[in-house]
């Protein structure tokens, strides 16, 4: 049973163009969610996270937009750039475990 | 500098054996996870340990053990149970102020010859 889905799997996008990526779940007992970013052959690296106060978080180029009553939560790169290619995981936590549940992944790629 | 380290950066071992991947962290942090990645599945936890002396399984525990003996140290043995072992191993940990933000290490690709 996935309780993180994560769309699309794959996403080209154009150099200053806009990448949006989604995640809905499933738990509502989850109340935190990062997105990771994964280079090649290199582990994830947390990205931005956002907790259910909150509907919106944005750290630069990078957005997290929330949606608590539809469970679904995306990130946005304004301005994507070659840079940003990479692998984004979502992931949702909550309860006393702290155990992460992660997405499929999504594969970007941003060109030239 | 802080971090976690992983090794070895890549493992070969035959049908049949034992092998341990290595974690270590100078952050002091309390938890550590041990994740495994395949091609199109995400991360899917393994084991985690929220103190010394103390783990339990993920989702996907058969095939593998861990042992914490030190708060800085959390090594993960895929025993020749695990049906399929080829995969990329990461290992991770979290404080306690921020138990839900897990900081990940390189990683280690291990290949079943």
């Known amino acids: 049973q996935q309780q993180v889905k994560q769309s699309p799997q794959s996403l080209i996008v154009q150099k200053g163009g806009i990448s949006i990526i989604n995640c809905a779940y499933e738990?509502?007992?989850?109340?935190?969610f990062p997105w990771y970013q994964q280079f090649p052959g290199k582990g994830p690296a947390l990205l931005i996270a956002?907790?259910?106060?909150?509907s919106e978080k944005k750290e630069g180029r990078f957005t997290i937009s929330f949606n608590k009553s539809a469970k679904q939560f995306s990130l946005h790169i304004m301005d994507s750039q070659p840079g940003d290619s990479a692998t984004y995981f979502c992931?949702?936590?909550?309860?006393?475990?702290?155990?992460?549940?992660f997405g499929k992944g999504t594969l970007l790629t941003v060109n030239p | 500098d802080g971090g976690i380290t992983q090794s070895p950066k890549y493992l070969f071992r035959k049908e049949g054996q034992n092998v341990t991947l290595s974690c270590e962290q100078n952050?002091?942090?309390?938890?550590m996870y041990w994740y495994r990645q395949d091609p199109g599945q995400g991360l899917r936890l393994i084991y985690y340990?929220?103190?010394?002396?103390?783990?339990q399984k993920g989702d996907i525990a058969e095939g593998y053990s861990v042992s914490r003996e030190k708060k800085e140290s959390f090594p993960l043995t895929v025993t020749s149970a695990q049906k399929n072992p080829t995969a990329f191993y990461l290992c991770?940990?979290?404080?306690?102020?921020?138990?839900?933000?897990?900081?990940f290490g390189p990683g280690t690709r291990l290949t079943v010859l």
């Open positions: 956002i907790r259910p106060d909150v």
């Open positions: 952050l002091n942090h309390d938890a």
């Open positions: 738990n509502t007992a989850f109340d935190y």
């Open positions: 991770a940990s979290s404080t306690p102020t921020e138990a839900d933000t897990q900081y």
């Open positions: 340990s929220q103190i010394v002396n103390d783990f």
């Open positions: 992931a949702a936590s909550g309860g006393s475990n702290y155990k992460l549940t």
